[in-house]
């Protein structure tokens, strides 16, 4: 029976890591936000400064083995990334799941 592991990486930067065998890398469009702010509220309303936010994102899918599935989970726990917010959807197909031909 197969799993597959799918995990959405947001960011500030681009991640470059090393990925396990049996996995795919697809990039999503990033979120790119510009903030303007007055550099003095009472004089100069002109002068103005701004600022900018990306986030990127991206989508590891991870087909594997059900009982390979506790191995590639202790993987990614041991190589946690560090400013990352990550989101973790699995999906499995059990022998009920399969559609039986005759």
């Given at each position: ?8 990486i ?29 550099r ?9 400064e ?11 899918v ?16 041991l ?6 917010q ?17």
């Amino acid at each position: 029976m197969t799993a597959k592991i799918c995990i959405v990486i947001k960011s500030f930067e681009n991640q470059r890591s090393g990925l396990l065998l049996n996995t795919r890398k697809i990039g999503l469009p990033k979120k790119q936000t510009l903030y303007t702010v007055l550099r003095s509220p009472h004089i100069d309303k002109k002068s103005r400064e701004q600022f900018e936010m990306r986030i990127h994102k991206q989508l590891l899918v991870i087909e594997t083995e059900t009982h390979k599935l506790r191995e590639k989970l202790n993987w990614l726990k041991l190589h946690d990334l560090l400013g990352v917010q990550v989101k973790i959807l699995f999906y499995y197909q059990t022998r009920l799941d399969k559609v039986c031909k005759p």
